[in-house]
């Protein structure tokens, strides 16, 4: 499992995580090179059904990230998105998925190092974790099925 | 078929140093729909913007993938160049190979392929970008200043000298503010009233300014450059075209036992009243909560000593509606008042004051003529307590934050005070001496050294009263904490600027955001501290938080010059990644079912309701339908659509998922 390099994708906003993360980059610090980032206009834009299309298409962690609350550029956005993952946590675990392929974080476009101690950290947690298959394969097989009942 | 470039930059070698930008231009050439991949030293540098132009022509591109830097830092000048160069500038996108990539990870494989990734992430992107106009929105060319304080005076004089309209609305009957109430200000001692009512006057007769005093914002509807705003204009009982503004009704009113709001309560003043003798504009009003022909029915001995019958009982509140383009919130603040401060006896003792009774002790035009009198016998007091941050800087006490302006004011209260009364004694309990500003310190320094007045650093427990004596018992923390007693004739307080009454109505008003103080939120703390985040509504002076002076009037020239920027413009271009709502074929088979919970969740009141009805106006059907003016594209209403009927340019859901599937599958 040692030379597993898992596939994490963030979901960022644009005005406080994505900034934080040039930041990051600006100061030099550096950080796995797992981690690939999608930018939204804000945290509220991110559909989770999006974080479920990732498991399906094989990612083994995912990070939303955004402002910090009170600090949203669009006031509430940030709201929403935390309203939001509160409800799809609970459907998460429902489906069995184990809540800590997901970071869930507040990273302000000042905070250039938590950003890479943010992504180090949950890459580090799903190496341990090792590869996620099980929703891949689980979805795969549905396709497949239909495909065979049609 | 769309036709994608890729251009990949090395920025020097800020990129190539750990990127193989040669294996990725090749990697990404290979890409079903990318007909032409390469790479070149500076993208951002002219050469390095032609090539692109010039490819888009040659190639006949349909999409552009920039690979350099952060989007935030060149998204702007690469749309520009491809707009240059004949492509839509929205069908433009920048892949981040540095901040992201190689700024981040070291020289290696792995690097490569995430920039590889990244790159193709885009180029997946770019294909569902659909060309888009920037929006246009006209712009009404009036202005509103909300507060008739200095702020909003000096932000209306501003915004009119620049040949615009402004409407300023002012709540109570005269502008001028705190500012009026003062004696002199810091750190010069001139007198306050001398530097402010010419400008007041100033306002009252600027052909550009229309003044609505004792009126109040009642709705605000609309967005940047086009809002419609009601006010109601609170009944004067005047008619003031036939007021000459001759005071007669004031003497004669026999209701003369009213607490003076302008004197802070240490002065009486009747029903029908003008606030003060520079008052602009200088007419009374009637009072009607303590006028007694409004509470007993009869009276009327205005109307009838009015020379020219100017007396209206009868008036009603008028509501009156504006189409205004921009709008500067001015409203100022307060000061903490009574019951606040029960350890230091405030209500229980008259002569425990608050700064600005202070303020119109000290004032020429005040209740005692400018004699610092004490209140409860109207003996000068020989020795005099001054106590900085009431309430200030003090968690327990909820205000968390500096008032700013108090260690200023107190220092001037202690020196106006040893200036009238040259035997007496002033101390000043202190936390510590914030006197940044120019100018500000070495006010402070005469205070201390010139006027030998006492600075004690630590707070004050307790007051309480004893052989008609104020006992003042602190600590000086610089002499070893030790006890400090005072037997003073009168205390002042500094006590906390808050934000003013009615602050967050009004900003719910705005829709613009407050803090949990009520002080209305800048756009961003450093970078655009005069912008709210609602666009076209701007801010001036104390709403924001307690503010001096000079600081309120930069301020409010600041958001002037915003204004009449606005104002340069006859159409104002916007960003058009906004939300739209899927109109594909006719509105009755939209895939909106009109359930509206997008309406709740935007924070710009950005989505409409359609109806659409047949042609004998019944409803068949209700559809969202977004406000392109008003919708800043946050998307919050896209991800919540059950019925996925709104899309948001630039970011649809066909392009975040093929950003989510190209990043993960292999190619």
């Known amino acids: 499992m040692s030379d597993f390099e898992p596939k994490v994708v963030a979901f960022v906003c644009n005005w406080c995580t994505y900034a934080g993360a040039d930041l990051t980059g600006t100061s030099r610090l550096k950080y796995a090179s797992n981690v690939k980032i999608i930018r939204f206009p804000c945290t509220g834009r991110i559909d989770f059904m999006l974080l479920l299309k990732a498991f399906a298409n094989g990612a083994d962690g995912i990070i939303v990230s955004g402002c910090h609350p009170n600090d949203c550029h669009y006031t509430s956005g940030n709201f929403h998105a935390k309203r939001r993952w509160i409800m799809f946590k609970e459907l998460m675990d429902f489906m069995g998925i184990d809540m800590n392929r997901v970071t869930f974080s507040w990273v302000s476009a000042a905070e250039g190092a938590k950003w890479a101690e943010v992504v180090n950290e949950t890459v580090t947690r799903i190496r341990e974790m090792g590869p996620y298959v099980s929703y891949k ?3 795969n097989k549905t396709i497949e099925e239909e495909v065979k009942n049609e | 078929m769309a036709r994608i470039g890729v251009f990949v ?25 990318v007909v032409l991949s390469t790479e070149y030293k500076y993208m951002c540098s002219d050469p390095g913007q032609t090539l692109i132009k010039e490819a888009i022509k040659e190639h006949n591109l349909t999409g ?13 000048t690469f749309r520009k160049a491809c707009a240059e160069g004949g492509l839509n500038p929205y069908l433009c996108e920048m892949a981040n190979l540095r901040e992201h990539c190689s700024w981040v990870h070291e020289k290696n494989e792995l690097t490569t392929e995430k920039a590889i990734d990244i790159v193709r992430t885009q180029v997946e992107k770019v294909k569902l970008n659909s060309a888009l106009q920037p929006i246009k929105v006209p712009v009404t060319k009036t202005a509103m200043v909300i507060g008739g304080g200095i702020a909003g005076i000096q932000a209306a004089l501003d915004i009119a000298n620049t040949g615009h309209k402004v409407v300023m609305i002012e709540r109570s009957p005269s502008i001028g503010g705190h500012m009026s109430q003062l004696s002199e200000t810091f750190p010069t001692l001139d007198c306050s009233q001398c530097i402010l009512t010419p400008r007041m006057v100033e306002v009252a007769q600027h052909p550009n300014i229309t003044l609505y005093t004792y009126a109040e914002v009642e709705s605000v509807e609309g967005f940047i450059g086009n809002f419609t705003v009601k006010v109601r204009k609170k009944a004067k009982s005047l008619d003031e075209k036939l007021c000459t503004g001759c005071g007669l009704c004031t003497t004669k009113c026999p209701q003369k036992k009213i607490p003076n709001e302008f004197e802070q ?14 008052a602009v504009p200088n007419r009374p009003v009637i009072d009607r909560e303590h006028c007694t022909y409004y509470i007993k029915g009869k ?6 000593v009015c020379p020219t019958k100017a007396i209206r009982f009868d008036q009603p509140d008028e509501i009156i509606e504006l189409q205004i383009g921009a709008i500067v919130a001015a409203t100022g603040f307060d000061i903490k008042h009574a019951d606040f401060f029960p350890e230091y006896g405030y209500g229980r003792y008259k002569d425990i004051i608050d700064g600005l009774q202070f303020e119109r002790l000290a004032s020429a035009s005040g209740p005692t003529s400018g004699v610092i009198k004490r209140p409860s016998d109207g003996q000068i007091p020989k020795n005099i307590v001054f106590i900085a941050c009431a309430g200030s800087r003090d968690p327990a006490k909820g205000i968390a934050y500096c008032s700013k302006i108090c260690c200023m004011y107190t220092a001037k209260h202690a020196m106006l005070y040893k200036h009238k009364v040259h035997e007496g004694k002033a101390h000043v309990f202190y936390m510590d001496i914030r006197s940044g500003g120019k100018n500000y310190d070495e006010f402070v320094r005469r205070a201390i050294e010139e006027d030998h007045v006492n600075y004690i650093r630590g707070r004050v427990s307790t007051i309480y009263e004893r052989n008609g004596k104020l006992i003042v018992k602190g600590v000086d923390t610089l002499l070893s904490s030790m006890p400090v007693e005072i037997e003073a004739d009168m205390v002042v307080l500094a006590t906390a600027g ?3 009454s009615g602050a967050e109505e009004l900003a719910q008003k705005l829709h613009i955001s407050y803090d949990s103080h009520k002080f209305f939120a800048e756009a961003h703390p450093k970078l655009k501290p005069v912008e709210t985040n609602t666009a076209g509504i701007f801010l001036a002076g104390a709403c924001q938080n307690p503010k001096d002076i000079p600081d309120s009037v930069s301020q409010a020239s600041g958001s002037a010059v915003k204004v009449a920027a606005l104002f340069s413009q006859n159409e104002l271009t916007r960003e058009p990644l906004v939300a739209v709502v899927n109109r594909m074929g006719p509105p009755l088979h939209s895939t909106c079912v009109g359930c509206f919970l997008c309406q709740a969740v935007c924070p710009y009141q950005a989505i409409e309701r359609e109806d659409i009805k047949t042609r004998d106006g019944k409803v068949l059907k209700s559809l969202a339908k977004i406000n392109e003016g008003l919708c800043q594209g946050c998307g919050t209403c896209v991800a919540l659509c059950r019925s996925k009927s709104i899309d948001l340019h630039g970011y649809s859901n066909n392009q975040v998922y093929a950003e989510v599937v190209a990043l993960l599958n292999e190619y």
Do not use: W
Request: glycine letters at 8%.
């Open chain 1, 137 to 139: 394969e689980l979805v």
């Open chain 2, 9 to 33: 930059c090395h920025c020097g070698e800020n990129i190539s140093a750990t990127v193989d930008c040669g294996k990725v231009a090749e990697t990404i050439g290979k890409l079903k729909h």
């Open chain 2, 64 to 76: 552009v993938v920039v690979s350099a830097c952060s989007p935030r830092m060149h998204e702007p």
């Open chain 2, 265 to 278: 309560g240490m002065g009486m003043r009747p029903a029908i009243y003008i606030p003060f003798p520079q």
């Open chain 2, 299 to 304: 009276c009327k001995i205005c109307e009838i």
């Open chain 2, 498 to 500: 808050v934000a003013n």
